[in-house]
Each structure stands twice: as C-alpha cells, then as structure tokens.
C-alpha cells in the first residue's frame, strides 16, 4: 500500500500543481479524460502497490540465495515497466484533464485493493489450495480465484497487461 500511496500521492500533487493552468485555461481547453486515461491512472495505483509488495517479499529473502532473488526480481522488473510505461503516458496529459474522473479512477483502485485484501476473499481465496507451482496451475487458480471478488478481481488483473495502452 505504501508504493500505492506514493503513486496517489505523486498524481495529486501533479493534478494540484497543474490546477492553477487549469483554472487559468478556458474551460473549452480542459478535456474529458478518455476511458484510458481512467484505465491508466486506476492501474497506477494498482501496479505501484503491486511493486511495493513485490519488493517487500524480495526483502525477505536471504541476500545468499542469489537464485531465489533472481528469480524474484524478474516480476519486480516487469511491473516497474508498467508503472513507468502508465507514467510515461499519462503524466504529460494530466495538466489538460479534468481531475475529477482520474481521482476516482484512482479511489476505485484503492476500494479495489482494499476488496481483495479482504478477509472474506483470503478466505476464499485459500480454498482455491496454495498459490501455484507450474505456469499449468496459473488458469486453474485463477478462475477460481475470480469467484471471491469477480469485479475487483477482473479490474485489478487487467492491469497487468498494458494492450490497451498506446505506445
């Protein structure tokens, strides 16, 4: 929650920083943020908690297990590019949106987090076993998983593939 916070944290100040050129433009030259604009600053906050998890686990393992730490670095590095790539896109557009609609993107992501962090959805969750072992048990758990939290749960993994973002 905490890289989520900073994520939060960093939109709000660039959409109060840019508030005063906002109010100065003519109402006409504030845009409507297009559902990727919503999409990118919702999956924001949902990658940006993602790393801080990902980097909290990777403090957990012993700095001699070089494979394991290899190994869990890999998707530490991935979801850093997401988050670069969202930031990359959306930051240069926000002085010309109206903040409204991306705040709320960014409320509904943290509603979200909070659903899925749950103790009725890790409940749920563990019944589905433990997480899996092979990339075969992946589709297996995860359409049982989609079952403790179907919205949250589909809004927060569409967030890890970034198709629907322009390059």
């Not at 100065?24 to 906050?45: F, G, H, N, R, V």
């Not at 998707?75 to 930031?87: F, H, K, S, W």
């Not at 987090?113 to 758990?141: D, F, M, N």
């Amino acid at each position: 929650m905490l890289r989520s916070f900073v994520a939060t944290v960093t939109l709000v100040v660039l959409l109060a920083s840019t508030g005063s050129i906002a109010q100065a433009q003519q109402p006409s030259q504030i845009q409507q943020p297009t559902s990727t604009d919503t999409k990118a600053a919702y999956c924001l906050i949902i990658n940006a908690n993602a790393l801080a998890i990902q980097k909290k686990l990777l403090t957990q393992v012993p700095l001699e297990d070089t494979d394991t730490r290899k190994q869990a670095q890999l998707p530490i590095d991935e979801t850093t590019q997401r988050v670069a790539r969202i930031e990359g896109y959306l930051y240069p557009r926000v002085p010309h949106l109206d903040q409204a609609p991306l705040t709320a993107a960014q409320r509904q992501a943290d509603d979200d987090l909070k659903a899925i962090s749950s103790e009725s959805v890790r409940a749920c969750t563990q019944q589905c076993g433990g997480l899996p072992q092979t990339q075969e048990q992946i589709p297996a758990y995860a359409a049982c998983t989609s079952k403790c939290a179907p919205e949250s749960l589909s809004r927060v993994r569409a967030c890890t593939e970034l198709s629907w973002l322009p390059q």
